[in-house]
């Protein structure tokens, strides 16, 4: 029986792994801003510059290139999510042999179209890795294919360590051989289990800090239970680290050689990939930014300064359909944006004088992120508001605020059905908007513009919907639903006149009509 293999063996074969044929030597850099905002020192290791986007072709091209020329001759196969599938189709392009790849049906496109770029023939089967696996594993049998393991491969797992070699060599040029500690993303744990080794066979006193999804932490719960657990399910947000079962061999190292572990969601992801964008002007995938968010998180919990964290940045294939939600969800991630329910009294005057209270409330002026309103009960009016914070915490403080000024307020900041759905969801028909106009503004997206707005309406119309979310762009847009009265037809002309506003009337739109109205 072989024995298992040890730090030493593994820096062996980390020193001589076959990865440069296809990969380059991605970047250790400073992210600034970011350090600055955390007083401790960020490096990011920018694999999102391999030419798939991703650090998987190491350990695929690894695997590959050390084949006999038969097994190249009948081909390779894999199972993948996307960005392993990218180097075996790479990999099997430099050294001309065919690679047959499984992905699930939930993979991004944009890693379906980049796999058959490269001349990779994609099979998509099941919804995660695991099932895809499965399918693969059959396949290979039919076909006498090779099959290609994304992390559970000693070969897999030392040209993903060459990683950690670059990393450490690096340090050197920055100026400093300081490292506290490196924040890794894990699915099946081939990468950390290749940094892990190199790292404790050089570098025994730097952390090796592994990372996860709150769905999707099959590694964590294995390692506090002794034993591999397989997850019955994933969450797919993350897809790159959506493994249900981890490796065999991966398991092993990470149980001897990682030093902890972080968990992190998704608000947090999105927030991450936000300060990446902010410090590199490059956008990475959910499962890229896993090590930032994990570092956030771990200096906030232990209140570090001055200390040196490396975090990889170890894809960048993101679909970018995501980029609205992600966008969104990662000011609430920050905390710099806090969301409310708000109780009013439907009277006319309350909505300004709501806008009153929003403009004074203590921490400095604050933008109004979203206001959504409909016309719904004769004494009250429910209004679903977002605002933006300046620290972590604010929500509570600002929900005791509106309550001093007798508006009852619900902190919805960290309810996932209010971010998800609700927001878009507030209006409906309501019997009790008689007389409405329905009305779509443009106004200048500057501090004051909502109020004066409010200030020039005429206090007998009352404000019946109100639909406003800032998209950080220089012009706000507002919808607005007024009851104008027939008598007053004159009057709200003249006012819409003197607005100075570009504007148009869609009380005539069918879509209003059908569901607004």
Known sequence: ?????????????????RVYDVAVESDLEPAKALSRRLHNKVLLKREDQQPVFSFKLRGAYNKMAHLSAEQLEKGVICASAGNHAQGVALGARKLGCRAVIVMPTTTPQVK???VQALGGEVELAGESYSDAYKHAVKLQKEKGLTFVHPFDDPYVIAGQGTIAMEMLSQLQKLGSPRLDAVFVAIGGGGLISGVANYIKAVRPDVKVIGVHTKDSDAML???????????ADVGLFADGTAVKLVGEETFRIAQGLVDDYVVVDTDA?????KDIFVDTRSIVEPSGALAVAAIKQYVAKNKTR???YAA???GANMNFDRLRFVAERAEV??????????????????FKRFCEVVGKLPGGPRNVTELNYRISHENKAHVFVGLTTAARGESEKIARNFEKQGFEALDLTFDD???EHLRHMVGGHSPLAQEERLLRFVFPERPGALFKFLSLMAPTWNISLFHYRNQGADYGRILVGMQVPAKDGKKFDAFLSNLGYPWVEETANPAYQLFLK
């Open 306 to 308: 001055g200390e040196t």
């Open 112 to 114: 379906i179209d980049a």
């Open 333 to 350: 991630g920050e905390e710099r944006e806090a969301l409310f329910a708000v109780t009013i009294p439907e009277e006319r005057g309350s």
């Open 221 to 231: 719960q294995s390692v506090r239970a002794g034993h591999r657990v397989e997850l």
């Open 312 to 314: 990889i940045l170890c």
């Open 269 to 273: 992801v999105c927030a991450a990939i």
């Open 417 to 419: 059905m209010a971010k």
């Open 1 to 17: 029986m072989n024995h298992p293999l040890t730090p030493a063996d593994y820096l062996t074969k980390i020193l001589t792994a």
